[in-house]
């Protein structure tokens, strides 16, 4: 092969064995991929048995689709985009393709955050782009700076932001996300917005920055609030004079996205109500998480403002992320992702936990650590303070 390899999930070998486990009967608790435990809205899932029932579900762009998405910018942001800028996805992960594919050509260079998640930089690697990662640790609350984005040298094409962001849940308010944009204006840098944990927060509303910058390109989904993360389906919002080219390859490298997911998403845009519970659950787990965490002695957290993760420090601990989180699936039955996934400078002394699950999971975890995290030895290279 002669392509440029990539370093896989490595949660993904937590999700092996713990699936084994579960598979052996054996207890786990699923906190190691970005996934919401609970399934789509029943009315996403009776729509889509409708539908099933119906319809010969061939190659379909749902207009009605991108006009709710359209009427959602309205609601949520105040903004006016026209339905013919939105275009449907298989997922953020296809639109990351599709911007990267059509934006930029082989060699350019894309600014994206360290810690982050990992598509971003593995996914410009494998198009031939280069990766520039910018350093956000938790001594800046894992926000870029000004000044960061005016050392870049030379400038990159482009900068991806996510707020909130994975693994770490940090925002940037309208002040610091205006900020960035006009830095990044100033410097020829453009931006693309991966939205997709947007309508998860706690405490601040999220900004688009379509808001900020109606040329910026924007990504998201419905993996995660709208809990459809296998049905495979998100969006993208791009100015008007490139949808169509950015149509084109969207067209010839997927075709169309799922038709039945498309008729769910639809029906789950209106379950507001039944979102916002979820989300409701997600600040409870945040809470106890965050706590219970603190009693085991892990206080190195910076609090997430929105998405469903937490990404602790236990250098006190590990040094080892992933050997820490392959003992964690088979000697306590929780799965967690290993830092190393998102930071591969800093990462092996930071594991990410997803409370996008159940709030008796959360307490079950914590009680599985309880017992498990004294006894807990580095086989590896040692843990310091
Ligand atoms: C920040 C971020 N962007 C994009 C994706 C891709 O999501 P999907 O392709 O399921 O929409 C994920 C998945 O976890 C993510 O965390």
Not at 131 to 155: D, Y
């Given at each position: 092969?002669?392509g440029?390899?990539?370093?896989p ?6 999700g092996?064995?713990g699936?084994?486990?579960?598979r052996?009967g054996?207890?786990?608790v ?8 609970a ?5 996403a ?15 379909t ?7 709710r ?7 949520a ?17 296809a ?8 934006m ?6 894309v ?9 971003y930089?593995?996914t ?11 350093h ?6 894992f926000?870029?700076t000004?000044?960061q984005?005016e ?15 994975n ?9 610091q996300l205006?900020?960035l ?7 020829g840098?453009r931006v ?11 405490g601040?509303?999220a900004v ?19 809990r ?5 389906l998100g ?6 004079d490139w949808?169509?080219r950015i149509?084109a ?6 075709l169309t ?9 639809l029906a ?8 916002e519970?979820?989300v ?5 787990n ?18 997430p403002d929105?998405?469903f ?5 236990i250098g006190?601990v590990t ?19 290993p830092?190393?996934d998102?930071?591969?400078v800093d990462?092996q ?5 997803s ?12 009680g599985?650590l309880?017992a ?7 086989h ?6």
């Amino acid at each position: 092969m002669r392509g440029p390899s990539v370093t896989p999930f490595y949660a993904g070998d937590i999700g092996v064995r713990g699936a084994a486990r579960v598979r052996a009967g054996l207890p786990f608790v699923p906190m190691h991929y970005g996934q919401p435990s609970a399934g789509a809205p029943a009315a996403a899932i009776a729509a889509a048995h409708r539908v099933i029932d119906r319809d010969p579900l061939g190659y379909t762009e749902l207009v009605e689709l991108r006009e709710r998405i359209a009427r959602h910018y309205a609601e949520a942001h105040g903004l006016e985009v026209d339905p013919a800028r939105i275009l449907l996805t298989a997922g953020a992960s296809a639109a990351l393709v599709a911007a990267y594919a059509t934006m930029f050509r082989p060699g350019d260079r894309v600014a994206v955050l360290r810690p982050g998640y990992p598509a971003y930089r593995n996914t410009l690697t494998a198009l031939n782009l280069m990766p520039v990662e910018i350093h956000c640790g938790p001594e800046q609350g894992f926000h870029p700076t000004r000044a960061q984005i005016e050392a870049l040298s030379p400038a990159p094409q482009a900068l991806l932001v996510a707020s909130p962001a994975n693994p770490t849940g940090a925002m940037l308010d309208a002040t610091q996300l205006g900020e960035l944009l006009a830095t990044c204006r100033t410097r020829g840098i453009r931006v693309i917005s991966d939205e997709i944990y947007h309508g998860i927060s706690f405490g601040q509303r999220a900004v688009s920055a379509l808001e900020i910058d109606p040329r910026a390109v924007v990504i998201n989904s419905f993996s995660k609030l709208y809990r459809m993360p296998g049905w495979r389906l998100g969006w993208m919002v791009v100015p008007q004079d490139w949808a169509a080219r950015i149509h084109a390859v969207l067209i010839n490298m997927f075709l169309t996205p799922s038709t039945l997911a498309q008729h769910a998403a639809l029906a789950a845009m209106d379950e507001r109500e039944d979102l916002e519970r979820w989300v409701r659950i997600y600040a409870q787990n945040r809470t106890r998480l965050i706590e219970g965490l603190a009693a085991l002695g892990i206080r190195k957290i910076v609090p997430p403002d929105g998405a469903f993760y937490l990404y602790a420090d236990i250098g006190h601990v590990t040094r080892d992320s992933m050997q820490f989180c392959l003992r964690a699936v088979d000697e306590c039955g929780v799965g967690l992702a290993p830092g190393i996934d998102f930071d591969p400078v800093d990462g092996q002394r930071f594991v990410r936990f997803s409370f996008a699950v159940t709030p008796e999971e959360v307490v079950d975890a914590l009680g599985r650590l309880a017992a498990w995290l004294p006894g807990y030895a580095d086989h590896g290279a040692g843990a310091s303070a």
